[in-house]
């Protein structure tokens, strides 16, 4: 695959191109039963962000939870104008739990960007992007930043149940065309998405693909890709240490192009990967 | 002005503070200047080529983490031509660290990477997490010994020696590897430790057994910093828990002669320098002029009125 | 209806929940109903008459305290005519433990008191707090050996063995005191630690060293477990930085026939009737019959599907 | 020292005299500049406490502190008509730092009651009462049991500063006649104190001193006992692991009637000792 672009918008500039930003919340409040938007404003370093990096965010210690570890959550909206990052989270243990408890006015200590994103190739000219649950926050930025780039981009958001289902406005925000799809109707069932995206392929060849969230959309994703000979490129999660590409807590198995499989860390040389190199889990 | 230098088996520093290795790597330069380290020390490398343990590599406590890495290794050359070249240009020290099956490979090994861009090297003969349950070179008087010796053999560079705190007597282990010529002790690494998940019955690292470090052990790596700066000529490097000035000064005070910060780093990645800050603030404030008269400065209750200290009447 | 019940070193318990010596007092009785407890162990009692040592005798971490109590002790009589009668009365069989300076003394206060309201005698070998710098006589495994062989000479009662962790070979301990005819091993006692004041440059305790207790240390008393019950045959009973009920099933995964809670009933007084409570409650979710059946029943990952569990593509 | 009457007002009946009380917050607001009162709804065991005693509270975690085990602190208030404690407590590191987030409705989980406290002499006509800072909360409730049984009370209150002077509405409301001296003015020398007190004692023969917070105080009181032949209790403290009698942490040096050192433990022998027993500090 090669690359001749970045979806990197501003190059991170100066000797430290991360840091522990100390942010200060704007606003945590519930998207839906399940997931919540902070709203941070960051200084200069965070902003520097692009789609597909996440930020280690230190969670404060509550009356019940002590998270001692960081959590990754990756970068769902970069705001530059308004100098503010945005995450879209689902409250799922102890440190997400933590989160929910910061307010407007509180600090959070978010180190970061952190990790490789989203590399779209020059020239990319319809973008198909599939995620279900919290991938869709990896996936937003992506969107716009291609749209910004002239691409022309379809996103399919697939859920458990239609109420679960998000960010359609901030993928129409962004100038994607979005498609939900969700269990209860049996609409996301894997084969009848892929026919789906044949036929948008068929009208408008869709030259990339990214995915996140979901081991089917993977797979997916990998076959459509290798069927239509174009690119595709996976986020890929992994319970961290440091993110920072230090204490090789978070490796998966990567083949490379001969087949040789190789430890890689999801903090550092990820969370982004080729969908050829994700081993299938 | 404190002096905040400190000479450590043959390695003279800008200030005690170091990482612990593995707890630092290429990433850490983005965020924090490794030119304000008093040593850069390099995550353990093996003579072959290893990709490491079995995730789940880490189960988080209150203040405490257990990983199981296995020391993902790239071996002598990668070090040389990549790592070494990276650390050495931000001034501090660059200490590497070795690790191996045998004695014989220790020796070897230490020989290959002698290289005037390192200062001293790591044995780290006390790594758990390469063995099922856990059993250590670092564990064996002996062979820690004939470890050291064989690296002394085969480099003229400082050898600092990592023992292991999964030992009954720490201050024996320190003693041996100095009798073999180690020119620092380091005290310690992680100390065994072991998570169950009770909901599905298994382990909860891949490997099992991992290595517990945070916080939470630095009660007792302290008190085998000061059991082997009791026992030893060579200096103490403290290492286990460390995660602010006032650690680095409990540290010293108990014999240290510097240490070495590891898993905070993944958390704090500015505790390093604030650390630093914050010794020198201490040592300003106590009227301390140099960082080093620090080392064993412990009063011991023999040393001090010997009032009553856990009551008062009121 | 589950069957809670176990039989440990000759002693039959209706749970396997019991307190860690030193744990309980009287005052405990004020508060909780000591008639649920498995068994109730009682404090070290030493030959003499000890008043302990100098406070401050406690220090505090996050989730871990080091204590140094240094075992004050009324002696045997008092246990007899005061201790045990106040304690048999609330049914549970009653555990005794005791400590000496010699072998003999041990073997002595053995037969001193062995009387039937005693169900079996735990051999404190491994107090940490007597001995400066924590040498005890648990760090020496012939030494642990005797001790047990001395008490049995004189005792027709179960001698339960309770290890020190301050060991490079705990297995090795256990294995020593089944050949010397322990009925149980205990494993283990606190692990030797240090706190010391920055600010005064003194020790935070009295007797400068302590025993590190708690929640903190359950990673390393877990892999402790661990490693005795695949070294011996006598029941393993499990201590140290045991909370909750969960805490309970991860020891009894690990090997562990039954258990002790310590410091926890220090901060939470409800923790043992709680944890039993627990243990049923998920052993009745996961239809295990009997709670012994959670005796090393963990899966080692051998056992299991070799997934990578560490990490998900998404 | 014989002792034919306690300060306990109600003898605490049941298979269970302590309990973890689960009490609710009423408020917690501060008295002046350095001490809060907590005033909290306590079940009926925590209701039965007596002067002297005293109550392990488990301090809450929050942002900065974790304290893990629980902080013992003196029944100021016991107001059983509406079922109601009070706890007057100086901020002095984490857990009293921790205390002061609870709010009105949280939850305060207090062991109790503990200890022995005061052990009032029969016929006890005048009581005088001497204490300094936070001493002042555990005396308290021993002149409202005292006025109760008919006794006189002179209280006196030293502090610092005037304005760190307090309970004297509380201990006027108990009957008691208070004198506030202060370091500033330079009226709470011990001297002066102990010549204030002889005066009082020439007026109205004092017949039993109590006294708490302060290691002169306690020798002045020991002195004043001693010359006029008449008991004297003093409120101990010491830093506390289990509170209960079981972990003798809390242990303190005490001479019993023929000079025999013994160390008691002041959570379950005390916290009040006869001021003879308490060997100097
Ligand atoms: C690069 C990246 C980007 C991410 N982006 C997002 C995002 O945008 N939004 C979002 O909601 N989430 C995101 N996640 C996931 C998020 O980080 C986790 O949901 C979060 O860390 C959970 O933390 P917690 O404390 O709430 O849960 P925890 O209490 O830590 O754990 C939740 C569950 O995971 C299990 N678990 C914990 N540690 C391990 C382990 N070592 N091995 C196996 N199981 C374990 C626990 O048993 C528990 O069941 C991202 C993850 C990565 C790696
Ligand atoms: C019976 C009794 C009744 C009490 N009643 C009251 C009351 O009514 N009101 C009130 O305000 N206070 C009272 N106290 C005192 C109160 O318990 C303490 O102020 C409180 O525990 C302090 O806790 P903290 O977490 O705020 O401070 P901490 O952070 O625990 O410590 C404060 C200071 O004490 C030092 N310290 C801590 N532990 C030790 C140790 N083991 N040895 C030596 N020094 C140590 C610390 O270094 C620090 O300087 C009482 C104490 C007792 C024993
Ligand atoms: C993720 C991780 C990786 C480590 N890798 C090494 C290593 O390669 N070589 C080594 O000698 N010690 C290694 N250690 C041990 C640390 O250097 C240090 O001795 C230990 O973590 C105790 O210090 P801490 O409590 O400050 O973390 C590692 C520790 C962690 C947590
Ligand atoms: C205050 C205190 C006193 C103790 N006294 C004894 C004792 O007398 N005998 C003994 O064998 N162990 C004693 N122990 C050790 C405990 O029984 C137990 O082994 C240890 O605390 C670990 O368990 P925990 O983490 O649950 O506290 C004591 C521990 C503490 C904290
Ligand atoms: S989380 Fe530490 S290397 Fe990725
Ligand atoms: S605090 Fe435990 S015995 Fe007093």
């Known amino acids: ?281 | 002005m404190v002096d905040l230098s400190v000479t450590v088996g043959g390695v003279r520093m800008k200030n005690p503070v170091m990482p612990a290795s593995g707890s630092i790597a290429e990433g850490m330069a983005d965020v924090v200047d490794l030119g304000r380290l008093g040593a850069i020390v390099l995550k353990t490398i093996t003579p072959d080529l290893r990709q490491g343990v079995k995730p789940p590599r880490v189960v988080e406590y209150t203040d405490a983490t257990l990983f199981s890495i296995g020391i993902p290794s790239k071996g002598p050359d990668y070090l040389l031509n990549h790592t070494v070249p990276f650390f050495d240009k931000f001034g501090p020290p660059v200490i590497a660290s070795i690790s191996a099956d045998t004695v014989e490979d220790f020796g070897k090994l230490a020989g290959y990477i002698t290289d005037p861009r390192i200062a001293a090297i790591e044995a780290n003969i006390s790594c758990p997490n390469l063995r099922a349950h856990g059993r250590a070179f670092g564990m064996d008087p002996v062979a820690s010994a004939q470890v050291i010796t064989a690296m002394k053999a085969n480099t003229t560079l400082p050898i600092w020696a990592k023992l292991t705190p999964n030992v009954g007597d720490i201050a024996e282990m320190a003693r041996c590897v100095e009798g073999a010529g180690a020119d620092a002790v380091i005290t310690a690494n992680a100390i065994l430790g072991m998570a169950i998940d009770a909901e599905t019955m298994t382990p909860r690292l891949g490997n099992v057994v991992g290595g517990l470090t945070g916080p939470a052990v630095k009660p007792v790596i302290l008190r085998m910093v000061n059991q082997c700066a009791e026992a030893v000529k060579i200096p103490v490097i403290g290492c286990g828990g460390i995660a602010t000035g006032e650690d680095v000064v409990e540290y010293m005070l108990a014999g240290a002669s510097a240490v070495q910060i590891g898993t905070t780093n993944f958390v704090h990645t500015s505790a390093m320098e604030q650390s630093i800050d914050w010794v020198a603030d201490y040592c300003t404030r106590k009227g301390i002029a140099r960082v080093s008269d620090l080392t064993g400065a412990l009063m011991l209750p023999g040393d001090q009125p010997s009032e009553q200290r856990g009551a008062v009447a009121l």
């Open chain 1, 1 to 281: 695959m090669t690359m001749t672009a970045t979806a990197q918008a501003e190059a991170p500039a100066g000797r430290f191109p991360r840091a522990e930003n100390r942010c200060r919340v704007v606003s945590n409040d519930p998207v839906n039963a399940e997931y919540r938007l902070l709203l941070v404003e960051a200084p200069a370093t965070g902003l520097t962000a692009y789609a597909g990096q996440f930020f280690h965010l230190l969670c404060p210690t509550t009356h019940t939870d002590q998270p001692f570890l960081r959590r990754p959550m990756s970068i769902y909206r970069i705001d530059r104008e308004n100098r503010r990052l945005g995450f879209l989270y689902k409250v799922t243990g102890k440190g997400t739990r933590a989160l929910m408890t910061l307010g407007p006015g509180d600090e959070l200590n978010a180190t970061g960007p952190l990790g490789v994103g989203f590399d779209l190739p020059a020239g990319t000219q319809h973008v198909a992007m599939v995620a279900r649950g919290v991938g869709l926050a990896t996936l937003a930025p992506l969107a716009r930043f291609a749209a910004e780039r002239g691409a022309r981009v379809t996103a399919i958001l697939s859920a458990r149940a239609p109420d679960l289902l998000m960010s359609r406005d901030e993928l129409e925000a962004a100038g994607a065309g979005v498609i939900e799809v969700n269990d209860l109707d049996g609409t996301s069932k894997p084969e009848d998405v892929a026919d789906r995206l044949r036929e948008i392929h068929a009208e408008v060849p869709i030259d990339f693909m990214a995915t996140c969230g979901s081991n089917r959309l993977l797979g997916l994703t990998r076959g459509l890709c290798a069927e239509w000979g174009i690119p595709g490129q996976v986020a890929v999660e992994a319970f961290m240490g440091c993110g920072l590409g230090m204490c090789f807590a978070c490796v998966v198995p990567v083949r490379d192009a001969e087949g040789k499989e190789e430890m890689k860390r999801v903090c550092y040389d990820g969370p982004v990967f080729s969908v050829n190199e994700v081993t299938t889990w």
